[in-house]
């Protein structure tokens, strides 16, 4: 049993040292595994940044004229998100300005927005938005509705007054103060919500792109990829462990660089244990090279990587909860959700970095993540075992049918005399 149990330890060894060499030689493997990881967190980074938006032009379209209405239109240009750049005589030429991107929204104060206020009715203030950009939009939002919320708090603390004095002595101001706290953003900038999340689906991506351009390449031929298709030992399981290994040796530094290094950069939250993450990513890592092998079964060369896999991006971006959310997906999408690693990846990875949660506090996506890993390898299994290995032992026993051939029509031969009549010459 010992010696059955060491032998299989040297042909791991021996599978690990040699993919290692492999990726090396592969720059398309190279690129996948160290410059993705690294450049692409960046160019995110980058993108969406600054986070926020602020001093967005507005429009304000007066038909009351009164000291009430002027107070909202000077509070809502005090607000960072907008600035009341001046003022139409009407819709339409609110509108047209819009149309000429003079300004990106319109707010429109009804005649009578006083006295509404004044005779305890509902005033109404309409503002129209260019959803244009989401981050625009948001921000006339918050800033429409904590001018008015202030506003009316302020309403509500004079009538209070005016009814019965003594309060005055009690309540000075708002009665209801609300703090708005965002857990895990503080400034509720858009670039420091959607990277963790990014980050991990940019895991996911390159592992499954790696070990799915690898699987192509065994199926070509050999002199087309320096990629060695008899890189593999008899236990199919044992050859997977040795890749999975040899992959994981090189992307660790750039795993690091985008969990840690990156945040520390653009200055993102950082709550959580860098331990504890990359103890949690490691059954997702694992679960994805799962995936990966039971994708090279699809994988006939090494561009139809390009083809059947990265389109699926924004697919794993919807499905994990980031854009909608998980409890209101249709059944078969929630479903499809809870087979990607990347899923349970972003809920668990977004918890422990942005809000700090502990590895017990994530015990649930951390189950499901060493569930979906065991999951997937089976599958990976069964699909080496059928279908890769398969088409490899086919690919060889060609290959040396084609050698024969040669060798009996003495094209080598005569290469070499040629070769050799050639240098006489010389």
Known sequence: MWKRFKHSLKGIYIVYCRELKLIISDMGLLLFLCFLPVVYPLVYSLIYNPELVKDVPMVVVDNDRTPLSRELARKIDACDQAWVRGYASDLSEARRAMAGRDCYAILEIPEGFERSVGNNSTAQAVMYCDM???????????AATNVMMDMGAEILTQKIDDTVPLVGTVADGDLLPIANINMGNIQGGFDTFIMPGIVV?????????????????????????????????????????????????????????????????????????????????????????????????????????????????????????????????????????????????????????????????????YLMLWILAAAWWA????????????????????????????????????????????????
């Open 132 to 142: 244009g950009l989401l981050l625009r939009y948001r921000g006339f939002v918050v």
């Open 201 to 365: 689906l940019i895991l996911q991506q390159c592992i499954i792109l790696v070990i799915g351009m690898a699987g192509g390449a065994k199926r070509e031929r050999r002199t087309l990829v320096r990629y060695d298709a008899d890189n593999y030992e008899p236990s199919i399981f044992g050859t997977m462990c040795a890749q999975m290994l040899a992959y994981i040796t090189i992307l660790i530094l750039p795993a690091v660089f985008m969990i840690h290094y990156v945040p520390l950069i653009f200055s993102f939250p950082i709550a959580g244990n860098l331990f504890e993450e990359m103890a949690f990513l490691l059954p997702m890592v694992i679960a994805c090279f799962g995936l990966g092998f039971a994708f090279q079964g699809l994988v006939t060369e090494r561009e139809s990587v390009f083809v059947c896999w990265v389109i699926t991006s924004v697919v794993f971006l919807f499905l994990s909860g980031m854009i909608w959310p998980r409890y209101d997906m249709a059944p078969v999408w929630k479903a499809l959700s809870d087979i990607c690693p990347s899923t349970w990846g972003v809920e668990g990875f977004i918890k422990m970095s942005s809000n700090g949660s502990s590895l017990a506090q994530v015990s649930h996506e």
């Open 379 to 426: 599958v990976g299994w069964v699909v080496q075992l059928t279908a890769v290995r398969p088409a490899m032992l086919r690919q060889q026993a060609r290959n040396i049918i084609i050698f024969n051939r040669l060798m009996r029509s003495g094209y080598f031969g005569g290469k070499k005399i040629q070769n050799d009549r050639t240098d006489d010459r010389q």
